[in-house]
């Protein structure tokens, strides 16, 4: 029998549900391990230093668990550490591994989205402080205008169960309009952070309907399905038992109810000290 070796999916919290659940539909044959860090959560507001730090403490326990493969499903530790985690740290550690996030994948094709050739980003504070959708866009698409929007209220009302109620529609409101008075040009809004797909029936009510909105799972879960394809070598070493494991830093029965809502089913957690 084959070891044990999972894709890892990583995030600060919750929101990383929202990507391996689009990733097991469209994978489901791999073995998939799930961290979310909810003890130190939410990584937007904290410091590149810090968000780098625990990143990558999660992603030496991902190594440690057999893991060759490892996807940062959250926008924050994408923005903030996985390029020194890639080029610095990888080599370290164990070259034949690899760490990949969520903004590359996004950033890729992001331009077939767009006839304005002007978007606009909803993110956390970290992200958009990063500028690295702006960054990363420039290379694929020149062309394109960027305009940015930190929404930090967003994930405490999703986190805290508050997406869908009346109280929810003020910040969502906020922030969208802030956004799109930046440019009458915008047709296309990416959600940049894998919390805001559970307010998309509250950002729906805000947004144009000529206005597209852009959701990341389905597109990092074909981003990793192409990866897979074309790096063998990697691909050869995931096992594939069709089974996925749930883990926490913080409490396993917070994480189970609140874990259900952004996966889509019941899910059962082992709570993990780092």
Partial sequence: MKEYQPIGVFDSGYG??????????????????????NARAPYG???????????????????????????????????????????NDLPKLDGSKRVLGVIRPTTEIIGNFTKTNE???????????????????????????????????????VENNEYDTPGADYFVEKHIRNLL?????????????????????????????????????????????????????????CSKGGKISFYTTDSTQDFDNHAAVFFGKPVKSTHLHL
């Fill in 181 to 237: 008075a930046q440019s009458q040009n915008i047709d296309t809004i990416l959600l940049a952070c894998t919390h805001y797909p559970l307010l998309i029936d509250k950002i729906k009510k805000y947004v144009p309907e000529k206005l597209s909105i852009v959701s990341q799972g389905k597109i990092v879960a074909d981003s990793l399905s192409d990866y897979l394809e074309r790096h063998s070598e990697i691909e050869s070493k």
């Fill in 16 to 37: 990383g549900l929202t990507v391996l659940k689009e990733i097991v539909a469209k994978l489901p044959e791999y073995d998939y391990l799930y961290l979310g860090d």
């Fill in 45 to 87: 507001p904290r410091s590149f230093e810090t968000v780098y730090q625990y990143t990558l403490e999660c992603v030496e326990w991902f190594f440690k668990q057999g893991c060759s493969l490892v996807v940062l499903a959250c926008n924050t530790a994408s923005a903030k550490a996985l390029r020194t985690i890639q080029q």
């Fill in 119 to 157: 978007i606009g980003i909803l993110g956390t504070n970290g992200t958009v402080q990063s500028n690295s959708y702006p960054i990363e866009i420039a290379k694929f698409y020149p062309d394109i205008k960027v305009h940015q929007e930190a929404a930090p209220t967003w994930v405490p009302l």
